[in-house]
Protein backbone atom coordinates (compact mmCIF):
# COMPACT_ATOMS: atom_id res chain seq x y z
CA UNK A 1 0.00 0.00 0.00
CA UNK A 2 1.45 3.67 -0.80
CA UNK A 3 1.97 5.81 1.32
CA UNK A 4 1.16 9.53 0.92
CA UNK A 5 4.21 12.31 1.10
CA UNK A 6 3.51 15.57 1.76
CA UNK A 7 5.92 18.15 1.91
CA UNK A 8 8.76 15.55 3.00
CA UNK A 9 6.04 14.39 6.06
CA UNK A 10 4.99 10.51 5.52
CA UNK A 11 1.33 9.93 6.35
CA UNK A 12 -1.19 7.38 7.16
CA UNK A 13 -1.77 5.66 3.92
CA UNK A 14 -4.23 5.79 1.88
CA UNK A 15 -7.42 3.17 2.02
CA UNK A 16 -7.84 1.57 -1.16
CA UNK A 17 -10.81 1.78 -2.99
CA UNK A 18 -11.76 -2.10 -3.67
CA UNK A 19 -14.82 -1.53 -1.23
CA UNK A 20 -16.81 1.68 -1.59
CA UNK A 21 -17.62 2.41 2.23
CA UNK A 22 -19.07 6.27 1.38
CA UNK A 23 -22.02 4.26 -0.15
CA UNK A 24 -23.07 2.24 2.39
CA UNK A 25 -23.08 4.45 5.45
CA UNK A 26 -26.67 6.32 4.96
CA UNK A 27 -30.01 6.34 3.03
CA UNK A 28 -29.29 9.72 1.09
CA UNK A 29 -25.42 8.29 0.07
CA UNK A 30 -27.66 5.34 -1.17
CA UNK A 31 -30.39 7.73 -3.24
CA UNK A 32 -27.83 9.63 -4.40
CA UNK A 33 -25.92 6.85 -6.13
CA UNK A 34 -29.29 5.36 -7.69
CA UNK A 35 -30.01 8.53 -9.04
CA UNK A 36 -26.29 9.08 -10.40
CA UNK A 37 -26.73 5.46 -12.56
CA UNK A 38 -30.33 5.13 -13.36
CA UNK A 39 -30.62 8.82 -14.84
CA UNK A 40 -27.34 8.84 -16.09
CA UNK A 41 -28.67 9.11 -20.06
CA UNK A 42 -31.62 11.63 -18.52
CA UNK A 43 -34.62 11.35 -16.96
CA UNK A 44 -36.96 9.42 -18.23
CA UNK A 45 -41.08 8.76 -17.43
CA UNK A 46 -40.57 4.81 -16.20
CA UNK A 47 -44.15 3.99 -17.80
CA UNK A 48 -44.77 6.12 -21.36
CA UNK A 49 -40.45 6.16 -21.57
CA UNK A 50 -41.00 10.26 -22.18
CA UNK A 51 -38.60 12.37 -21.46
CA UNK A 52 -41.19 15.24 -20.62
CA UNK A 53 -40.17 15.32 -16.83
CA UNK A 54 -39.99 17.92 -13.99
CA UNK A 55 -38.84 17.48 -10.52
CA UNK A 56 -41.64 18.14 -7.81
CA UNK A 57 -41.08 17.70 -4.20
CA UNK A 58 -39.17 14.69 -2.93
CA UNK A 59 -40.25 10.76 -1.60
CA UNK A 60 -38.44 11.15 2.08
CA UNK A 61 -34.50 11.17 0.28
CA UNK A 62 -35.82 10.06 -3.07
CA UNK A 63 -36.10 12.85 -5.58
CA UNK A 64 -39.81 12.74 -7.04
CA UNK A 65 -40.50 13.41 -10.83
CA UNK A 66 -43.58 14.54 -12.86
CA UNK A 67 -44.41 13.37 -16.06
CA UNK A 68 -45.72 15.97 -18.39
CA UNK A 69 -46.62 13.61 -21.07
CA UNK A 70 -48.80 11.09 -18.85
CA UNK A 71 -49.45 13.12 -15.85
CA UNK A 72 -47.91 10.31 -13.54
CA UNK A 73 -45.36 10.95 -10.89
CA UNK A 74 -42.46 8.76 -9.99
CA UNK A 75 -39.28 8.50 -7.98
CA UNK A 76 -35.47 7.04 -8.74
CA UNK A 77 -37.05 3.76 -7.33
CA UNK A 78 -39.80 3.55 -8.97
CA UNK A 79 -40.01 0.48 -11.25
CA UNK A 80 -36.69 -0.93 -10.29
CA UNK A 81 -35.69 -3.69 -8.17
CA UNK A 82 -35.52 -1.62 -4.99
CA UNK A 83 -39.48 -0.30 -5.12
CA UNK A 84 -41.83 -1.55 -2.36
CA UNK A 85 -38.45 -2.92 -0.55
CA UNK A 86 -38.24 -2.66 3.23
CA UNK A 87 -34.39 -3.20 2.74
CA UNK A 88 -32.53 0.06 2.61
CA UNK A 89 -30.70 0.79 -0.11
CA UNK A 90 -27.10 0.51 1.88
CA UNK A 91 -28.39 -3.05 2.82
CA UNK A 92 -29.49 -3.78 -1.03
CA UNK A 93 -26.04 -2.43 -2.21
CA UNK A 94 -24.07 -4.19 0.47
CA UNK A 95 -25.50 -7.54 -1.25
CA UNK A 96 -25.40 -7.04 -4.44
CA UNK A 97 -21.80 -5.83 -4.05
CA UNK A 98 -20.36 -9.01 -2.02
CA UNK A 99 -22.53 -11.59 -3.89
CA UNK A 100 -20.91 -10.66 -6.94
CA UNK A 101 -17.39 -8.94 -6.59
CA UNK A 102 -16.16 -11.74 -3.71
CA UNK A 103 -19.11 -14.48 -3.76
CA UNK A 104 -19.69 -14.24 -0.73
CA UNK A 105 -22.58 -16.68 0.26
CA UNK A 106 -26.20 -16.00 1.14
CA UNK A 107 -25.53 -17.67 4.83
CA UNK A 108 -22.57 -14.78 5.30
CA UNK A 109 -24.75 -12.01 4.16
CA UNK A 110 -27.15 -13.55 6.39
CA UNK A 111 -24.78 -12.95 9.21
CA UNK A 112 -23.54 -9.43 8.38
CA UNK A 113 -26.62 -7.59 8.15
CA UNK A 114 -28.89 -9.57 10.29
CA UNK A 115 -31.70 -10.40 8.06
CA UNK A 116 -33.32 -13.44 7.64
CA UNK A 117 -32.09 -16.06 5.08
CA UNK A 118 -34.71 -16.10 3.32
CA UNK A 119 -34.86 -12.08 2.87
CA UNK A 120 -31.41 -12.47 1.23
CA UNK A 121 -31.89 -15.14 -0.97
CA UNK A 122 -35.32 -12.85 -2.69
CA UNK A 123 -33.14 -9.96 -2.86
CA UNK A 124 -30.35 -11.22 -4.57
CA UNK A 125 -32.62 -13.46 -6.61
CA UNK A 126 -34.57 -10.30 -7.60
CA UNK A 127 -31.41 -8.87 -8.15
CA UNK A 128 -29.98 -11.97 -10.74
CA UNK A 129 -33.28 -11.96 -12.81
CA UNK A 130 -32.91 -8.10 -13.56
CA UNK A 131 -29.80 -9.23 -14.73
CA UNK A 132 -30.18 -9.50 -19.13
CA UNK A 133 -29.23 -12.14 -21.17
CA UNK A 134 -26.21 -11.74 -23.18
CA UNK A 135 -26.12 -11.25 -26.84
CA UNK A 136 -24.44 -13.74 -28.57
CA UNK A 137 -22.38 -12.38 -31.32
CA UNK A 138 -19.53 -14.50 -32.47
CA UNK A 139 -16.19 -13.16 -34.57
CA UNK A 140 -14.24 -16.63 -34.88
CA UNK A 141 -12.48 -18.77 -34.12
CA UNK A 142 -14.88 -19.80 -31.38
CA UNK A 143 -14.07 -22.77 -28.59
CA UNK A 144 -17.61 -24.66 -27.62
CA UNK A 145 -17.86 -27.30 -24.93
CA UNK A 146 -20.77 -28.21 -22.12
CA UNK A 147 -20.20 -29.10 -18.33
CA UNK A 148 -22.91 -30.72 -16.29
CA UNK A 149 -23.72 -29.43 -12.97
CA UNK A 150 -25.94 -30.47 -10.09
CA UNK A 151 -29.14 -28.46 -9.50
CA UNK A 152 -32.14 -29.65 -9.35
CA UNK A 153 -35.61 -28.89 -7.83
CA UNK A 154 -35.62 -28.86 -4.21
CA UNK A 155 -38.04 -31.60 -2.38
CA UNK A 156 -40.44 -28.48 -1.54
CA UNK A 157 -40.73 -27.86 -4.96
CA UNK A 158 -41.53 -31.15 -6.34
CA UNK A 159 -43.40 -34.32 -5.48
CA UNK A 160 -40.70 -36.25 -5.05
CA UNK A 161 -37.69 -37.06 -2.52
CA UNK A 162 -34.60 -35.10 -2.64
CA UNK A 163 -31.74 -36.58 -5.07
CA UNK A 164 -29.25 -38.67 -3.74
CA UNK A 165 -25.67 -37.16 -4.92
CA UNK A 166 -23.79 -40.31 -3.80
CA UNK A 167 -25.90 -42.22 -6.04
CA UNK A 168 -25.75 -40.58 -8.75
CA UNK A 169 -25.33 -42.41 -12.07
CA UNK A 170 -21.97 -41.60 -14.63
CA UNK A 171 -21.52 -40.38 -17.82
CA UNK A 172 -23.55 -37.33 -19.18
CA UNK A 173 -26.09 -35.51 -16.97
CA UNK A 174 -30.03 -34.60 -18.04
CA UNK A 175 -32.23 -31.59 -17.82
CA UNK A 176 -34.92 -34.17 -16.20
CA UNK A 177 -31.64 -35.89 -14.16
CA UNK A 178 -31.22 -32.64 -11.97
CA UNK A 179 -27.70 -32.61 -14.03
CA UNK A 180 -28.36 -29.75 -16.84
CA UNK A 181 -25.82 -29.14 -19.29
CA UNK A 182 -24.25 -25.85 -19.23
CA UNK A 183 -22.25 -24.93 -22.75
CA UNK A 184 -19.47 -22.19 -22.72
CA UNK A 185 -18.11 -20.73 -25.27
CA UNK A 186 -15.37 -19.00 -25.87
CA UNK A 187 -14.59 -16.48 -28.58
CA UNK A 188 -10.91 -16.20 -29.14
CA UNK A 189 -11.43 -12.87 -31.87
CA UNK A 190 -13.27 -10.89 -29.26
CA UNK A 191 -12.28 -12.12 -26.00
CA UNK A 192 -15.44 -13.20 -25.08
CA UNK A 193 -16.75 -15.76 -23.01
CA UNK A 194 -20.60 -16.78 -22.71
CA UNK A 195 -21.65 -19.11 -19.97
CA UNK A 196 -25.28 -20.63 -21.11
CA UNK A 197 -27.43 -23.56 -19.04
CA UNK A 198 -29.65 -25.66 -21.28
CA UNK A 199 -32.74 -28.21 -21.78
CA UNK A 200 -30.35 -31.11 -23.95
CA UNK A 201 -27.37 -30.94 -25.06
CA UNK A 202 -28.03 -31.99 -28.93
CA UNK A 203 -27.64 -30.50 -32.22
CA UNK A 204 -30.75 -27.96 -32.54
CA UNK A 205 -28.97 -25.99 -29.49
CA UNK A 206 -25.42 -26.19 -30.46
CA UNK A 207 -26.85 -24.43 -33.67
CA UNK A 208 -29.18 -21.88 -31.87
CA UNK A 209 -25.57 -20.62 -29.85
CA UNK A 210 -23.44 -20.73 -32.58
CA UNK A 211 -26.16 -19.14 -35.21
CA UNK A 212 -25.16 -15.13 -35.01
CA UNK A 213 -21.58 -14.42 -36.33
CA UNK A 214 -19.78 -11.96 -38.18
CA UNK A 215 -18.56 -13.96 -41.01
CA UNK A 216 -19.36 -16.02 -43.50
CA UNK A 217 -17.83 -18.87 -42.81
CA UNK A 218 -17.14 -19.65 -38.46
CA UNK A 219 -14.08 -21.66 -37.99
CA UNK A 220 -15.30 -23.64 -34.46
CA UNK A 221 -13.90 -25.44 -32.19
CA UNK A 222 -14.88 -28.67 -30.40
CA UNK A 223 -14.24 -32.16 -28.41
CA UNK A 224 -15.71 -35.23 -29.65
CA UNK A 225 -18.99 -34.92 -28.23
CA UNK A 226 -21.92 -36.22 -31.09
CA UNK A 227 -23.73 -33.35 -31.06
CA UNK A 228 -21.11 -31.44 -32.78
CA UNK A 229 -20.95 -33.86 -35.89
CA UNK A 230 -23.90 -32.35 -37.94
CA UNK A 231 -21.40 -29.01 -37.58
CA UNK A 232 -19.52 -31.17 -40.45
CA UNK A 233 -21.98 -30.55 -42.98
CA UNK A 234 -22.81 -27.28 -42.29
CA UNK A 235 -21.16 -24.80 -44.76
CA UNK A 236 -21.33 -22.12 -42.82
CA UNK A 237 -19.04 -23.59 -40.00
CA UNK A 238 -15.62 -25.08 -40.23
CA UNK A 239 -15.42 -27.79 -37.65
CA UNK A 240 -12.25 -29.14 -36.22
CA UNK A 241 -12.35 -31.32 -33.48
CA UNK A 242 -10.10 -32.91 -30.70
CA UNK A 243 -11.00 -36.32 -28.83
CA UNK A 244 -10.46 -36.07 -25.66
CA UNK A 245 -11.62 -40.06 -25.16
CA UNK A 246 -8.63 -40.69 -27.26
CA UNK A 247 -6.24 -38.74 -25.40
CA UNK A 248 -6.05 -36.52 -27.58
CA UNK A 249 -6.66 -32.32 -25.65
CA UNK A 250 -4.65 -30.36 -28.33
CA UNK A 251 -3.37 -30.23 -32.19
CA UNK A 252 -2.01 -26.79 -32.84
CA UNK A 253 -4.91 -24.49 -32.51
CA UNK A 254 -7.32 -26.82 -32.07
CA UNK A 255 -8.25 -27.39 -28.22
CA UNK A 256 -11.55 -26.45 -25.64
CA UNK A 257 -8.66 -25.38 -22.90
CA UNK A 258 -10.44 -22.15 -22.75
CA UNK A 259 -13.75 -23.34 -22.23
CA UNK A 260 -12.96 -25.88 -19.84
CA UNK A 261 -11.07 -22.83 -17.82
CA UNK A 262 -13.95 -20.88 -17.99
CA UNK A 263 -16.36 -23.44 -16.87
CA UNK A 264 -13.86 -24.81 -14.05
CA UNK A 265 -14.49 -20.84 -12.69
CA UNK A 266 -18.32 -21.06 -12.95
CA UNK A 267 -18.80 -24.31 -10.88
CA UNK A 268 -16.71 -23.00 -8.23
CA UNK A 269 -18.79 -19.94 -8.54
CA UNK A 270 -22.09 -22.50 -8.16
CA UNK A 271 -20.31 -24.58 -5.37
CA UNK A 272 -20.49 -21.89 -2.72
CA UNK A 273 -24.03 -21.66 -3.16
CA UNK A 274 -25.31 -25.07 -2.35
CA UNK A 275 -28.46 -26.55 -3.68
CA UNK A 276 -29.12 -24.25 -6.49
CA UNK A 277 -32.43 -25.15 -8.58
CA UNK A 278 -32.18 -25.82 -12.13
CA UNK A 279 -34.93 -22.88 -12.61
CA UNK A 280 -32.35 -20.80 -10.82
CA UNK A 281 -29.90 -21.23 -12.28
CA UNK A 282 -29.93 -18.97 -15.85
CA UNK A 283 -29.68 -15.97 -13.16
CA UNK A 284 -26.87 -17.66 -11.02
CA UNK A 285 -24.64 -17.87 -14.21
CA UNK A 286 -25.75 -14.14 -15.47
CA UNK A 287 -24.31 -12.90 -12.28
CA UNK A 288 -21.13 -14.79 -12.92
CA UNK A 289 -20.74 -13.26 -15.96
CA UNK A 290 -21.30 -9.96 -14.54
CA UNK A 291 -18.33 -10.61 -11.85
CA UNK A 292 -16.05 -10.63 -14.90
CA UNK A 293 -16.81 -7.29 -15.96
CA UNK A 294 -16.13 -5.91 -12.84
CA UNK A 295 -12.41 -7.75 -12.89
CA UNK A 296 -9.75 -4.77 -11.96
CA UNK A 297 -12.54 -1.72 -11.71
CA UNK A 298 -12.25 0.10 -8.54
CA UNK A 299 -14.72 -0.61 -5.38
CA UNK A 300 -17.32 2.45 -6.53
CA UNK A 301 -16.69 1.86 -10.25
CA UNK A 302 -17.35 -1.49 -9.72
CA UNK A 303 -20.62 -1.17 -7.76
CA UNK A 304 -22.13 0.91 -10.50
CA UNK A 305 -21.35 -1.21 -13.14
CA UNK A 306 -22.99 -3.80 -10.87
CA UNK A 307 -26.39 -1.22 -10.30
CA UNK A 308 -26.41 -0.03 -13.85
CA UNK A 309 -26.73 -3.86 -15.16
CA UNK A 310 -29.67 -4.20 -12.96
CA UNK A 311 -31.63 -1.20 -13.86
Known amino acids: MRLKVEEGKRTAPAVPDMFPISRFVSESAGADLLQQVRWRDGVKCPRCRSDLTVRNGSYRVYQRYLCKNCGRTFNDKTGTIFAHSKLILKEWYFTIYVFVRFNTSLRQIEAE ?55 SPRGRGSYAGDKPPV ?3 VDRGSDERYVVPAKSADESTVRLLLADHKEES ?94
Not at 262 to 282: E, I, Q, Y
Open 218 to 311: LTVYTDGFRAYDPLENDDAVDREYVIDGDGEYVDGEVHVNGCESHALLARRWLSLHRGVSKDKLTPYLRAFELRRELYRKPGDEALKHALGAAL
Open 113 to 167: LDLSYRTVRRRVERFARALDAPAIRLSGPVEIDEVYVSAGLKSRERDQESRSRGL
Open 183 to 185: FTL
